[in-house]
């Protein structure tokens, strides 16, 4: 398979923030799902992925190539939807187009218009007055239309509507079915790649926590619950994130296989989500 993102060992220090040796790799054909609680350096690793910021240590690699000496090339093929609206507010949509097509060598006019009426966007409609909705889709218009082969994503569907964002989901997948294209998409709201994600990339306090397969992630992770008497030494050391009541302990497993081996059949193994698996985490990390 072939590798469309690269990062390796990507560092930037502020003062009250430290990303540290982040690195993952994303192939063609695929949706990866970036997570991580507020602060753990998914939009400081974006921005890094953007070259909008200097890196300290480590380098990203975009279509096999860097920034250093083919800017210019990769963001011809690179998509980007933001969490807030980065076009002039006081320009239509058929406007910002103008000012924004010919920056693409790959621009395709007729896609453009296509997908308006397929997202049932007015082009005389300003900006300004477009829903938080309408401009994610009209974002997603721009990088469409210009063939991007990598769209990156930084909360493209934080605050819209059940409907807007199950449409703009089944559009990301339609997107890579030619599997030569790929999205990372940098989100909060876990269900989303519950449903359309097949890598997941957890980050916390500035450090890569896993970059792994979807499905094998949730297979190998476990819900455990029981009876406080059940919490045994044996157990709790392959637990993280425990939490004791007055009724008893849940926690989560890394390995499922071998907290079989140390629990009786009273202990409850179950299915995580994506967003157990974040809670449990960042919990246990609190606790250590």
Known sequence: MSKILEVNNLSKTYKDFTLTDVSFSLE?????????????G???????????????????????????????????????????????????????????????????EKLFWKLLKDFDLNPKKKIKD????????????IALSHHADLIIMDEPTSGLDPIVRSE????????IQDENKAVFLSTHITTDLDRIADYI??????????????????????VVKGAKEDLTPALRGQLIGVKVGSLG???????????????NQRVLIERPTLEDIMLYTVRGKQNA
């Open 28 to 40: 063609k054909g695929y949706i990866m799902g970036f997570i991580g609680p507020n602060g753990a």
């Open 42 to 108: 998914k939009s400081t690793t974006i921005r890094l992925l953007m070259n909008l910021i200097k890196r300290e240590k480590g380098w990203v690699r975009i279509f096999g190539l860097d920034y250093k000496n083919h800017e210019i090339e990769i963001k011809n093929r690179l998509g980007f939807v933001y969490d807030e609206n980065i076009y002039y507010e006081e320009l239509t949509i058929g406007e910002m187009k103008g000012l924004v097509a010919p920056f693409y060598s790959r621009w395709n």
């Open 130 to 141: 477009l829903s938080r909705g309408m401009k994610m889709k009209f974002s997603l218009a």
């Open 168 to 175: 703009l989901l089944d559009i990301l997948t339609d997107y």
């Open 201 to 222: 990339t957890f980050i916390n306090e500035g450090k890569i926590i896993f970059s792994t397969n979807k499905d094998e992630l949730l297979e190998n992770y476990g």
């Open 249 to 263: 302990f849940e926690g989560m497993t890394i390995n499922k296989q071998k907290v079989k081996e140390v629990v």
